[in-house]
């Protein structure tokens, strides 16, 4: 089985941690201001991971510049349409 190592398939914790890789450094790469913004928070406010801070304050970024791929898991972020 590909992708498999003696020790089994990789679990949810570590695809977690490769997904939050892969966006610090797509962020690092095409906005690094916004780490600069999370960096001068005051220290209760970074008590927060970066990616829920981004999610909270500029969840454009992650809904149309995201790449692709990353869209497609970040669509539950988007509002649900409203109803008349």
Not at 25 to 32: D, V
């Amino acid at each position: 089985m590909a992708g498999c190592s003696v020790h089994g398939p990789p679990g949810l914790f570590q695809l977690k941690m490769v997904a939050m890789s892969a966006f610090d450094k797509w962020i690092q790469k095409y906005h690094p201001e916004l780490l600069t913004e999370f960096h001068k928070l005051p220290k209760a406010r970074k008590a927060q991971t970066f990616w829920d801070w981004v999610r909270e304050n500029h969840l454009g970024i992650i809904l149309k510049e995201w790449p692709a791929a990353a869209k497609i898991r970040a669509r539950h972020l988007q509002p649900e349409p409203e109803h008349e």
